[in-house]
Antibody, heavy 121, light 111 residues
């Protein structure tokens, strides 16, 4: 069955960096687009970034553009999110998600359990 | 990238039916039949319950049904059960590249 396991969260000071990982299993990772979304405390889900199945196409929410970078290593079924210049507004649980269809990114069917990022001095 | 609009809360009694709305624009919900709904219990992974406006993923109860009219999508939960208490999020393809847009979420309470 599809499994997505996020890691890399933790407490980080404002202005610092953090790298999140998502290890996938149970499906052909290199055939599906992937996403990151987040949920700040007491708030709803917010789309963060997406990457095409082969890594050639990437998109970002305006709130993270220029600070976050999404990437993937299809050889080891890993999705990553490099987060730089973090601010308190980035405090959230971050979830990775898998697209519904081959070679597509426009809908997500599975999400991981999430990893908590806390930005605080 | 404006969020889709959902009511903050909806409640109902066991056995009743409730409908959750999700309003977007002609650039997202109105232009694509790519609306999904997720059920989210705190601390757990969001669960897909409807995709492409009205399709059920394998294993999801047909008590959940989806529809769309214009820029507004809807999720109906029939035969409400206590385990349906959760947050529900709509999500649409945003009409550009790989971007998605979510609603603010609706908290469903079973009275």
């Amino acid at each position: 069955q599809v499994r997505l396991v996020e890691s890399g969260g933790g407490v980080v000071q404002p202005g610092r960096s953090l790298r999140l990982s998502c290890i996938a299993s149970g499906f052909t990772f290199n055939s599906y687009g992937m996403h990151w979304v987040r949920q700040a405390p007491g708030k709803g889900l917010e789309w963060v970034a997406a990457i095409s199945y082969d890594g050639s196409d990437k998109d970002y929410a305006d709130s993270v553009k220029g600070r976050f970078t999404i990437s993937r290593d299809n050889s080891i079924y890993r999705l990553s999110l490099q987060m730089n210049n973090l601010g308190p507004e980035d405090t959230a649980v971050y979830y990775c998600g898998k697209a519904v269809y081959y070679y597509d990114t426009r809908q997500v069917d599975y999400w991981g359990q999430g990893t908590l990022v806390t930005v605080s001095s | 990238q404006s969020a889709l609009t959902q009511p903050a809360s909806v409640s109902g009694s066991p056995g009743q039916s409730i409908t959750l709305s999700c309003t977007g624009t002609s650039n997202d919900v109105g232009s694509y039949d790519l609306v999904s709904w997720y059920q989210h219990h705190p601390g757990k992974a969001p669960k897909l319950i409807i995709y492409e406006v009205s399709k059920w993923p394998s294993g999801v109860s047909n008590r959940f049904s989806g529809s769309k009219s214009g820029n507004t999508a809807s999720l109906t939960i029939s035969g409400l059960r206590t385990e349906d208490e959760a947050d529900y999020y709509c999500c649409s393809y945003a009409g550009s590249g790989n971007q998605l847009v979510f609603g603010g979420g609706t908290k469903v309470t079973v009275l």
